[in-house]
């Protein structure tokens, strides 16, 4: 029901990674710093920066050791980078990292397509990143893709997704973001999935991370906020298209999630016209739209 | 899920590629208990209204040929909308779109258990409406003074005058009148709209005989908050089952704040398909939430509504292409470019 909302929510920043990971063009370095700038003077606590990732895979991600040693790193913020694997990790960390992310999944076939093992697989590597991170003192974010449904295997159990928290965040991770990927979930699918989550992991410990291919992110997120879920990711401009649906979008747009807070008097002390002017920046150097509908209403040319 | 080899796309009808799709599946009859609508508090049957005929097509730039207008609100027909908002019986001078309102109105199929009604901004035109073979009608208020004057030309004690004529020689004639209210949520010109205002023009709708007050959010600046909050003011003066939502989309807002309006009760919603009818206010931003993306959230919490979910994407993609648009519809954007996985 329409109880009472956190006071608080931290939105947590893709766009610098995820968004840009999935758009066609390769950004500049310069670009992607001074995007990572701007975004820094928005009031946002939380910016996903790079990712350690090899530059095979993920061509966008190349200069990840430029990126994060040429921004500007304010204090206050944290610019987590992702970190698959060990070595990846241990370049993080040589390149002046203080937070790192791994990626896991609720589904088999979805990790044996992404990443070339078991899900199971999947977390003895991530223990290790873990475990080195530990002994570094640095903190790790758990992620978990699909959980509202995978492209190949359709329908996720909210149980699976409920043990796949439990690990990670038994391993040590101290926050784990729950990724509708495929942008299918809705608040009926949403409420779920949290519901058997938060049987295992304390709801102050999990985010969401919404994509709105099917218009439904922040119908999803404003679900999980009635849930107590106060840590929410969003991506600047709404960059980042779905990679399984060609020309469908992907991310929800950081400007329209806190426009929706904003409304809901909700503290997140970020500022929507800086935020809008970032992600202007961005578009223009993209060459692109905006994704988000708070910034297309607010130009009136 | 839906592999279907990119040279073979072209040859399959629109209808074959949405069976592929694993996401648009008929709501399930028996849901999951924690999906039952009434354990979390929903109405467990939502009415849409669908305005993409008239609200729609209204706000896009192309005149629409009238026989085209007749087959979308035929096709809509088909999909178990129980209510298509069919034309307009304004001066063609003001709104050269719904110029075509007697023959649209006499040339469609009219669909048993289906309300086609029609916008009667005053007696003249309910008169009209009548005679072309209307059978419901709506009136069109604003809790805002100056948008009042500016959209209709006068106060808006003027304009609850002209509508009680209306509804008085509908009542005469067994006719059912809706009431819009719009910039229920905010005013382009005025900016905050007070809830105590929205309510009292409510109210000043349904005593007149409006059996059912659209609220709108005219530009779509509302959020769940100040959804709450004049939903709250209105449910003083208005009971809840005459209550719709018609949100627009223009900030994102619409599916959050119609889901606000459905946890409070509300239990009918305005939708356009294919998001059709831009906002007149801001240059190339959208308007009318889309259709589509408010049935594929209502099946996701288990609430009836008996859409079938593919007819109306269907719809939607004959009128886009025939407007020669996208769609606005995210579901419709999604399902028609999946399938495009190695």
């Not at chain 1, 947590?12 to 968004?19: S, W």
């Not at chain 1, 991530?126 to 991170?133: G, M, Q, S, W």
């Not at chain 1, 965040?169 to 779920?192: A, F, H, K, N």
């Not at chain 2, 007149?208 to 908050?225: K, W």
């Amino acid at each position: 029901a329409t109880g009472a909302y956190p006071k608080r929510v931290k939105v947590v920043e893709v766009g610098p990674r995820d968004g840009l990971q999935n758009e066609k063009n390769i950004v500049p370095t310069p670009v992607k710093i001074n995007l990572i700038n701007m975004l820094s003077e928005t009031g946002l606590q939380v910016i996903e920066a790079t990712s350690f990732v090899s530059p095979k895979w993920v061509p966008q991600m190349a200069d990840h050791t430029e990126v994060m040693q040429g921004i500007n790193k304010l204090p206050g913020i944290s610019y987590p980078v992702l970190t698959p694997n060990l070595k990846g990790f241990q370049a993080a960390v040589a390149a002046g990292a203080k937070e790192v992310s791994i990626f896991g999944a609720a589904s088999e076939l979805f990790t044996q397509k992404n990443i070339n093992c078991s899900i199971e697989e999947s977390l003895e590597r991530f223990d290790e990143v873990v475990k080195a991170a530990r002994e570094a003192s640095i903190p790790v974010r758990g992620y978990i893709s699909c959980v509202l449904g995978c492209p190949y295997e359709g329908k996720i159990s909210a149980a699976k997704v409920a043990e796949v928290s439990k690990k990670m965040y038994s391993m040590g991770c101290y926050e784990i973001s729950l990724g509708d990927t495929i942008g299918v979930g809705t608040p009926g699918s949403m409420r779920e999935m949290l519901a058997a989550v938060m049987r295992e992991v304390p709801v102050g410990a999990l985010a969401v991370h919404c994509h709105d291919t099917y218009g439904q992110a922040l119908a999803n997120i404003l679900l999980a906020l009635q849930m107590g879920v106060s840590v929410v990711d969003a991506s600047v401009a709404g960059l980042g298209g779905c990679p399984y649906a060609q020309g469908a979008s992907g991310n929800v747009a950081t400007e329209d999630l806190v426009y929706m807070l904003n409304g809901l008097g909700i503290h997140t002390g970020v500022d929507l016209q800086k935020l809008m002017d970032a992600g202007t920046f961005i578009c223009n150097a993209l060459n692109r739209r905006t994704n988000s509908k708070v910034s297309q209403a607010s130009c009136r040319l | 899920m839906g592999t279907v080899p990119s040279a073979l796309k072209h040859c399959l009808s629109y209808q074959h590629l949405l069976k592929e799709q694993l996401w648009i599946a008929e709501p399930p009859a028996a849901a999951h208990p924690a999906q039952e609508p009434q354990a979390s508090g929903l109405p467990e049957y939502i009415k849409i209204v669908e305005v993409g005929p008239r609200d729609g097509l209204q706000n896009e730039k192309v005149i629409v040929p009238t026989e085209i207008k007749i087959e979308l609100i035929n096709q809509l027909s088909k999909t178990g909308l129980p209510a298509i908002e069919v034309t307009s019986f304004v001066s063609s001078k003001w709104v050269p779109q719904m110029a075509d309102h007697k023959e649209v109105m006499r040339g469609i199929e009219r669909h048993p258990g289906v309300q086609y009604p029609v916008l009667t901004p005053n007696l003249q035109g309910f008169h009209s409406a009548i005679a072309a073979g209307a059978t419901e009608v709506s009136v069109f208020g604003a809790a805002s003074e100056s948008f009042s004057k500016m959209n209709i030309n006068c106060s808006i004690e003027e304009s609850i005058e002209k509508f009680e004529e209306v509804t008085k020689s509908a009542r005469s004639m067994n006719i059912p009148v809706r009431g819009y209210v719009s910039c229920a949520l905010g005013c382009p010109y005025e900016g905050n709209i007070l809830p105590d205002k929205v309510a009292e023009v409510s109210k000043r709708l349904y005593s007149m005989g409006c059996y059912e007050i659209s609220l709108g959010d005219t530009i779509g600046v509302g959020t769940p908050g100040s959804m709450k909050k004049m939903l709250e003011a209105v449910m003083k003066e208005i009971p809840l089952s005459a209550l719709a939502v018609h949100c627009h989309d223009t900030y994102g807002q619409a599916l959050a704040n119609i889901l606000t309006a459905i946890q409070m009760g509300v239990a009918v919603v305005d939708s356009s398909v294919a998001g059709l009818g831009g906002c007149p206010y801001a240059k190339g931003a959208t308007g009318n939430v889309a259709t589509e993306d408010v049935i594929y959230m209502l099946n996701g919490l288990g609430i009836n509504t008996g859409v079938n979910l593919c007819a109306v994407m269907e719809a939607g993609n004959f009128i886009c292409t025939a407007l020669n648009k996208k769609t606005n519809s995210k579901v419709a954007q999604a399902s028609f470019s999946a399938g495009t996985i190695n």
